[in-house]
């Protein structure tokens, strides 16, 4: 390559929770650069998942943090074009773009869902990931199942 990789930023750490994979949550979740906004639709839905889950002896930072990790992909399919023909392959997710994926897709389908405003509908897919189940949870599945599908052409991996 002629240029040097860019340097890796830092990502600062929110001022409620004081966790960095929040602030990262949130700078997924802002649009238009509207970064007030996007962390009062996340605290707003972390309050409702504070509140739903009252029965847990968790807290909602922990069934939020648990929710991604039972959205995240472990491995993905990439076309690949081999002598004219285009196949499927499966391969491994790196751990960087594991997390991205499960907070853009956690996002994606809090987006779609029917609801009044946007932290009840963020908060409602949050607890939804968080029982195995929900559009983000079975987005996972399908992934899943397109590699498994598809392992005859993990050989063609580079």
Do not use: C, W
Not at 72 to 92: C, D, H, I, L, Y
């Amino acid at each position: 390559m002629r240029k040097s990789k860019p340097k890796k930023r830092i990502i600062l750490p929110d001022p409620r929770y004081n966790d960095p994979f929040v602030s990262q949550f949130v700078n997924n979740l802002m649009l238009e650069g509207k970064k007030s906004v996007a962390f009062d639709i996340f605290y707003g839905a972390m309050d409702i998942v504070e509140e739903k889950t009252k029965k847990e002896e968790k807290s909602a930072l922990e069934v939020f943090k648990e929710a991604l990790v039972n959205i995240t992909p472990q491995v993905e399919v990439k076309s690949r074009r081999v002598g004219g023909a285009t196949f499927q392959v499966p391969m491994e997710v790196r751990t960087e773009r594991k997390v991205s994926i499960s907070m853009k897709n956690m996002i994606l389908f809090a987006r779609k869902r029917p609801g009044r405003s946007m932290s009840e509908k963020l908060a409602a897919e949050i607890i939804a990931a968080y029982n195995n189940e929900g559009g983000a949870f079975k987005r996972k599945e399908e992934t899943h199942r397109m590699a498994e599908s598809n392992k005859a052409f993990a050989h063609f991996r580079f």
